[in-house]
């Protein structure tokens, strides 16, 4: 089960903080987003080795992280940090975990498990 909480709006440069909360055996985790009119994109992923992926569009803003140990079936909660938002960020952003490594090229098409999504709007 993921429970996302965070988003809103902000400006152009402003800040935002997603967070979901996981339970389950959780081996890939990661944000994806899909802006109208638009295919969901792989946004970030983590694995238990902490290990991370960044689409290029938000590399050296976005940061991935979670409060978790190597244990991937303890509960553990997924953090989004978004910096220096910028109008094409705005998108629904969802949640999702797979219990198996996955990678964040296939856009979330072999993940299970998703959140509701929460909105995050930048406006310029």
């Known amino acids: 089960q993921l429970v996302e909480s965070g988003g809103g709006s902000v400006q152009a440069g402003g800040s935002l903080t997603l967070s979901c909360a996981a339970s389950?055996?959780?081996?890939?985790m990661g944000w994806f987003r899909q802006a109208p009119g638009r295919e969901r994109e792989g946004v970030a992923i983590?694995?238990?080795?902490?290990?991370?992926?960044?689409?290029?569009?938000v590399k050296g803003r976005f940061t991935i992280s979670k409060n978790s140990t190597g244990n991937t079936s303890y509960p553990k909660t997924l953090y989004f940090q978004m910096n220096n938002l910028k109008p094409e960020d705005t998108a629904m952003y969802y949640c999702a975990a797979e219990p198996r490594r996955r990678p964040l090229s296939s856009g979330g098409s072999d993940f299970r498990f998703w959140g509701q999504g929460t909105q995050v709007t930048v406006s310029s």
């Open positions: 389950g055996n959780t081996v890939s």
């Open positions: 983590i694995y238990p080795d902490r290990q991370t992926t960044y689409a290029d569009s």
